[in-house]
């Protein structure tokens, strides 16, 4: 499957934006997605993940209350809205697909994912 990330720009402190994660090549709803991003020097880290019929979502404690994750199957998309944003949410932003189960899991760990997007750059000015 391929994934395509699109949205992110230069937005003000407080200020949202969606991300949008289009896929294809592949049925889409058997996949769980998940957001991460990476910060300049700093490692990849987990934003939010959906299971495949969009009815289970999880977020990193940094972004639980500000961000929602959602999925649309039938458009092959699933989205990332920010709000309320913050300087340190400055990254660059990637979706992943996974289709392996994982029992118990968060699917909050990066090589549990095959497949990944190129990225869209998020800046937050102060």
């Known amino acids: 499957v391929q994934l395509v990330e699109s949205g992110g720009g230069l937005v003000q402190a407080g200020g949202s934006l969606r991300l949008s994660c289009s896929a294809s090549?592949?049925?889409?709803?058997?996949?769980?997605i998940g957001w991460f991003r990476q910060a300049p020097g700093k490692e990849r880290e987990f934003v939010a993940r959906?299971?495949?019929?969009?009815?289970?979502?999880y977020y990193a404690d940094s972004v639980k209350g500000r961000f929602t994750i959602s999925r649309d199957n039938a458009k092959n998309t699933v989205y990332l809205q920010m709000n309320s944003l913050k300087p340190e949410d400055t990254a660059v932003y990637y979706c992943?697909?996974?289709?392996?189960?994982?029992?118990?899991?968060?699917?909050?760990?990066?090589?549990?994912?095959?497949?990944w997007g190129q990225g869209t750059q998020v800046t937050v000015s102060s």
């Open positions: 959906i299971n495949r019929s969009g009815g289970y979502t």
């Open positions: 992943a697909a996974t289709g392996t189960y994982y029992s118990g899991s968060s699917y909050s760990t990066a090589n549990q994912y095959d497949y």
């Open positions: 090549g592949g049925t889409f709803s058997r996949y769980a």
